[in-house]
C-alpha cells in the first residue's frame, strides 16, 4: 500500500492562519443570486453561536463569506477538504469544509477520526448537478448542507435544507425528500434525494468503544462474539472471554487471567471522513496541489504529526478504469471503498457489529471480512453468502449494492441510486479473487 512519508521540518511547521481564501475554485454567486441576501458578512464565523444553539439558519454562523455559496471562500479558520475516496450519495457533489476556533488545534489520531476541540464544525454540502460530466457551483442545484459541531456534550448533526431561491438553508431535523433528476453517462435517472433526519445521522455516526456484546456461547460455555472468537479487550492486543458484566475470565488457552471488571465505554457519536488516511492525498488550494494533512498543519488546524510513515488509500472516482486496475490495485481500492461506504456500521465499533460482515480498513481479508459466511440477516432467498471468491454474482454484498429495493439495498442510507462504479469495482475485485467457498 502506497505510504506518503512526511518531512519532519514539514510537520512542525504550526504558524497560525485563517483560511478565508482556501477552497476550490467555483464561482462565487449565480447570476440569478444577486440580492441584498448574497452580500458578503464579517469575516468572523459566529463561534458563539455555534456552541450555544441550533441556528434556524446557517448564515447565522457566518461560516462562508458568500452565505448564498457554501462551495467556497471560508471565513476565517475554515480550510476545504477532500477524501481519497467519497462515500456514495447519489453522484452529488460534494464540498467539504473544516473550521476550528482561533487558538485551538485538531489532534491526529492514526486510525481513527481526528480529536476535534469544542468549537470545531465539519461542513459538507451536497449540491445535485444536471449532468454528472459537467460540475459546478453554477451548474448545481444545491440542495443540503450538514454540520457536525462539536460542543461540550460531543458532536451534534444539523442538516440544514437549501431554499426554493438558493439565499439560505434553513434546519430540517425531521429530514425530507426533494425529487431530483440526473444525467450520468448519458442515462437519465429520476429519484428522491433524501435527506436524513437527525435519528439517522446517529446510525451511521455512532461509535461503540466496546464493539459487539452480543455474545454467544461455545461448547465449553465460554463467551464468544458473532464471529465466533474471543472478545477483544484491547490487552496486549489479545482475544479474552468475559462475561456478560465485563470481567476477564480465561484466555484462549481456558486460563483464569482477572476477574477485574472492564471499564465499559459508552458509545458516542463520531465523524467519519476526516482521518489520516483519507486526508493523506493531494488537493488543490488554488495555487497548486498539496498535500492535505501538511496544509491542516501549516493553517494551524492540526497539531503537528510525529508519525513519518503514514497510511493512504489510493485515489478512486469515477472517472478510475477499473478493468486497467492491476489485482493489487484492485485489492486496495476494494478495501478503501468498502471501509468508507460500510465501515461505519460494519466494524466491530459500529451498529452492525452483530453481523458476519466487517468491511473496516484493519479487517484481515478471508479472515474477519464474510469471506465464505452465511448473513446473520439481509439474506435474499438463494443468495446468502457474503462474499464467495470468484462469483461476485452470487455474493450477498455484491447483490446488495446493486439493487435499489427498500430493505435489500445497503448502505440502507443515504442512496436511492445504485453507484455504478463502486458496485463495478467490487464485483470485479470479487471475480477476480480464487478459492470459492467449500
Not at 444577486?34 to 458578503?40: E, K, L
Not at 477499473?322 to 490495485?329: A, E, I, K, M, Y
Request: proline letters at 4%.
Amino acid at each position: 500500500m502506497r505510504r506518503l512519508f512526511i518531512s519532519s521540518l514539514a510537520l512542525l511547521i504550526s504558524a497560525c492562519g485563517g483560511g478565508a481564501n482556501s477552497g476550490n475554485d467555483n464561482t462565487d454567486t449565480q447570476d440569478d443570486k444577486q440580492t441584498q441576501n448574497c452580500t458578503a458578512v464579517a469575516a468572523d464565523v459566529n463561534w458563539n453561536a455555534l456552541l450555544n444553539g441550533n441556528a434556524s439558519k446557517l448564515s447565522e454562523y457566518r461560516l462562508f463569506q458568500n452565505p448564498c455559496n457554501p462551495t467556497s471562500e471560508p471565513n476565517a479558520r475554515g480550510l476545504a477538504y477532500d477524501l481519497s475516496v467519497p462515500l456514495f450519495t447519489d453522484y452529488a457533489s460534494k464540498y467539504r469544509f473544516v473550521f476550528v476556533p482561533p487558538g485551538k488545534k485538531a489532534q491526529y489520531d492514526a486510525t481513527e477520526a481526528f480529536e476535534f476541540p469544542v468549537g470545531s464544525v465539519l461542513s459538507k454540502t451536497f449540491s445535485l448537478p444536471s449532468d454528472t460530466e459537467d460540475r459546478g457551483f453554477d451548474k448545481e442545484n444545491l440542495i443540503e448542507t450538514r454540520l457536525l459541531i462539536k460542543r461540550d456534550s460531543g458532536w451534534v448533526a444539523l442538516p440544514y435544507v437549501w431554499n426554493a431561491d438558493k439565499t439560505d438553508a434553513v434546519l430540517t431535523t425531521s429530514g425530507t425528500s426533494v425529487s431530483s433528476v440526473i444525467e450520468h453517462q448519458d442515462q437519465s435517472y429520476s429519484f428522491n434525494y433524501g435527506v436524513p433526519t437527525f435519528a439517522q445521522c446517529t446510525t451511521c455516526h455512532q461509535y461503540n468503544p466496546g464493539g459487539n456484546k452480543d455474545y454467544q456461547t461455545d461448547e465449553e460455555g465460554r463467551h464468544l462474539d458473532a464471529q465466533q472468537r474471543y472478545i477483544k479487550t484491547g490487552v496486549n492486543d489479545n482475544w479474552f472471554v468475559v462475561n456478560a458484566n465485563g470481567d476477564f475470565i480465561f484466555d484462549e488457552n481456558n486460563q483464569k487471567i482477572s476477574s477485574k471488571p472492564v471499564e465499559k465505554e459508552s458509545a458516542y457519536f463520531s465523524p467519519i471522513g476526516p482521518k489520516a488516511r483519507y486526508l493523506n492525498s493531494d488537493f488543490d488550494y488554488g495555487s497548486g496541489a498539496e498535500n492535505q494533512l501538511q496544509k491542516w498543519i501549516s493553517e494551524g488546524l492540526l497539531s503537528a504529526i510525529d508519525d513519518t510513515s503514514i497510511d493512504s488509500t489510493p485515489t478512486f472516482h469515477d472517472d478510475v478504469s477499473v478493468d486497467s486496475l492491476t489485482l493489487q490495485q484492485l485489492d486496495d481500492n476494494a478495501k478503501a471503498w468498502l471501509d468508507i461506504n460500510c465501515a461505519h456500521c460494519h466494524r466491530l465499533e459500529g451498529t452492525a457489529s452483530n453481523t458476519a460482515f466487517k468491511s473496516d480498513f484493519w479487517s484481515s481479508t478471508h479472515t474477519y471480512d464474510g469471506t465464505c459466511r452465511e448473513a446473520v440477516s439481509g439474506a435474499d432467498g438463494a443468495i446468502s453468502t457474503i462474499m464467495i471468491p470468484g462469483d461476485a454474482i452470487n455474493s450477498l454484498v455484491f447483490h446488495r449494492l446493486n439493487t435499489t429495493e427498500a430493505g435489500d439495498l445497503m448502505p440502507p442510507l443515504g442512496r436511492a441510486l445504485i453507484h455504478q462504479e463502486g458496485t463495478a469495482l467490487i464485483r470485479r475485485w470479487l471475480d477476480t479473487q480464487t478459492g470459492g467457498c467449500p
